[in-house]
T-cell receptor
């Protein structure tokens, strides 16, 4: 099956800083989703992207669907302590219907 | 409105046993998907069901099976448990198969000893 790569694997930032993370694939996806997962909970949907080049915001979060359809980016502005968690990207394979492929996650720690 | 609910929250089983995990989707959602999340990794797709029919299957052995009921709730069954089946099992629901926004439940933590 297809695999996604996420970078960085983990990051430690100061409260108030901006955060950037990305997700890449060797294959084309026609949908990208970004999730956040906190310990003991299921992933929570943050942003959904449906078209190449699309830029979508949700509060302090902004995500972009890469032009090549093989990557996506998530930015968090002015980070706060509650941003701590693991951020997963997920892509829908064009060939296989509704099953989504998830990346390994980026673990974000926010230092006060 | 209630979100996706899963039961039980935690479960400990012995190798070779069978387990059944349950999921109730968000009211009005007709599609349920199951994922396995091993510690330190992202969720891995197991099954998708819509209107009681299987619409997608991931790369998992036949020991894994699922079904969806008329009220759209779902069960995931795993036979002949292996140590490697220890994971968080997540259920996600969406309105229909062509809606890409899926919402996850809190998961069932399965430990196989």
């Amino acid at each position: 099956g297809q695999q996604l790569n996420q970078s960085p694997q983990s990051m430690f930032i100061q409260e108030g800083e901006d955060v950037s993370m990305n997700c890449t694939s060797s294959s084309i996806f026609n949908t990208w989703l970004w999730y956040k997962q906190e310990p003991g909970e299921g992933p929570v949907l943050l942003i959904a992207l449906y078209k190449a080049g699309e830029l979508t915001s949700n509060g302090r979060l902004t995500a972009q669907f890469g032009i090549t359809r093989k990557d996506s980016f998530l930015n968090i502005s002015a980070s706060i302590p509650s941003d701590v968690g693991i951020y997963f990207c997920a892509g829908q394979e064009m060939k296989y219907g509704q099953n989504f492929v998830f990346g390994p996650g980026t673990r974000l720690s926010v230092l006060p | 409105d209630a979100g996706v609910t899963q039961s039980p929250t935690h479960l400990i089983k012995t190798r070779g046993q069978h387990v059944t995990l349950r999921c109730s989707p968000i009211s009005g959602h007709k599609s349920v998907s199951w994922y396995q999340q091993v510690l330190g990794q992202g969720p891995q797709f197991i099954f998708q069901y819509y209107e009681k029919e299987e619409r997608g299957r991931g790369n998992f052995p036949d020991r894994f099976s699922a079904r969806q009921f008329p009220n759209y709730s779902s069960e995931l069954n795993v036979n002949a448990l292996l140590l490697g089946d220890s994971a968080l099992y997540l259920c996600a629901s969406s309105f229909q198969t062509d809606t890409y926004e899926q919402y996850f439940g809190p998961g069932t933590r399965l430990t196989v000893t």
